[in-house]
């Protein structure tokens, strides 16, 4: 970022916005992956957890999102919390890269 020196809420507003809206964007089209596709790679059981915790993910960021737009945008959210959502991405992720590289075969 440019300007190092941007007061805290508009901080917020410019980076951990987007971050939440590219969160949901993400956990959005692994939800559908998940609940549409079968994907052979993985166990029945393994595509059932990851997309509850896809689910549980999504929930989470809900609240997240209604309360940083409650507070006008001026409370951030701990990185306790984020990194466990971009772990998820991640892994939905290389799910996502392993469904394709199989229809491509």
Not at 18 to 29: K, N
Not at 58 to 64: G, H, V
Not at 65 to 79: E, H, S
């Amino acid at each position: 970022m440019s300007d190092s020196n941007l007061p805290g809420t508009e901080l917020f507003k410019t980076v951990l916005d987007p971050l939440l809206e590219d969160f949901q964007h993400w956990f959005t089209r692994s939800r559908h992956l998940l609940e549409t596709e079968e994907l052979s790679f993985m166990s029945h059981q393994e595509q059932s957890d990851l997309l509850l915790r896809v689910k549980q993910a999504q929930d989470e960021l809900n609240t997240a999102k209604m309360l940083f737009n409650a507070t006008d945008k001026q409370v951030g959210i701990d990185m306790a919390t984020l990194m466990p959502w971009h772990e998820l991405v991640t892994e939905c992720w290389n799910v996502a890269m392993r469904f394709r590289q199989g229809r491509e075969v």
